[in-house]
């Protein structure tokens, strides 16, 4: 089964509302005509209104950088996914190491957001990963076994069907190291296998798995060319247009 590529970018904490624009305005024209992949720009909360405004129109997609998995209620400091969809969002990230690491988030409450992500009609995109300790010790695919399976527990095959997974070796993001592409390849290929195991291999042979970690316009395309990467989770290189661009134009 062919998958159709997703770049997505993630600008973590930066960006006020006009420097997103003025990026938005920029980055438009850059990736004009491209339309054989996907692609998909999370900014912060506070600039998701004005760049939904500038991405208009033009098959870009916009994401959010996290969730919380009810809609409505007294839980200060959060957005729901029903407030994500009516300002433009299709896609959510969720589980990024770095809520991980600083946010308290767990593999019970990323199963949480994926489930009110696919309720709310929003793409998740389920972030994965082992730190370097824990490569160093000999234990990526244990912690890929426990965090696919907590996030995707007691789900079924139809209410994934447009689940996206990113591998994110924490070891590798911000730190300019990168994971070789057969690195890549065979975690992606451990997170499809188990997949399957989970849902069914026509599941899993449709279900997009994103490589994230020090992605570049350098190595974007050996990435690219593994049979299980099908796309890049972007974060340093996604914030200046010019290199987004080239990264989205992999050949």
């Known amino acids: 089964m062919a998958r159709r590529a997703l770049i997505a970018g993630n600008w973590k904490m930066y960006k006020t509302p006009a420097e997103a624009v003025e990026y938005a305005r920029a980055f ?7 339309s054989d992949r996907d692609i998909m720009i999370a900014p912060p909360y506070p600039a998701l209104d004005a760049v939904a405004a500038a ?15 009810e809609d409505e209620g007294a839980f200060t400091g959060q957005v729901s ?8 969002c299709r896609y ?6 770095e809520r991980r690491q600083f946010f308290g988030e767990t593999d019970e409450t990323v199963n949480r957001k994926v489930r009110a992500a696919v309720a709310a009609g929003l793409i998740p995109v389920m972030c994965v990963g082992e730190s370097e ?3 160093d010790a000999g234990q990526t695919f244990s912690i ?3 965090q696919v399976k907590g996030g ?13 997974v990113a591998y994110e070796p924490v070891w590798a993001i911000g730190t300019g190291k990168t994971a070789t592409s057969a690195q890549a390849q065979e975690a992606h290929r451990f997170i499809r296998s188990l997949i399957e195991t989970l849902l069914g291999s026509q599941t899993a042979a449709g279900i997009r798995i994103l ?5 570049k316009p350098e190595n974007i395309t050996e990435l690219m060319a593994m049979p299980d990467i099908d796309g890049g989770l972007v974060g340093g290189a996604s914030l200046k247009p010019e290199s987004f661009a080239k990264i989205v134009r992999f050949k």
């Open 28 to 34: 438009l024209p850059l990736v004009a005509g491209v």
């Open 55 to 69: 991405l208009r129109g033009s098959g870009v997609g916009l994401g959010a950088q996290d969730l919380f998995w």
């Open 81 to 88: 996914p029903r407030m994500l969809c009516a300002v433009g």
């Open 92 to 97: 959510a990230i969720i589980g990024h190491s």
């Open 133 to 135: 300790r824990e490569r």
């Open 144 to 146: 890929l076994d426990k």
């Open 152 to 164: 995707l527990k007691n789900f079924v095959a139809e209410q994934v069907s447009s689940l996206v």
């Open 211 to 215: 490589y994230g970690g020090s992605v």
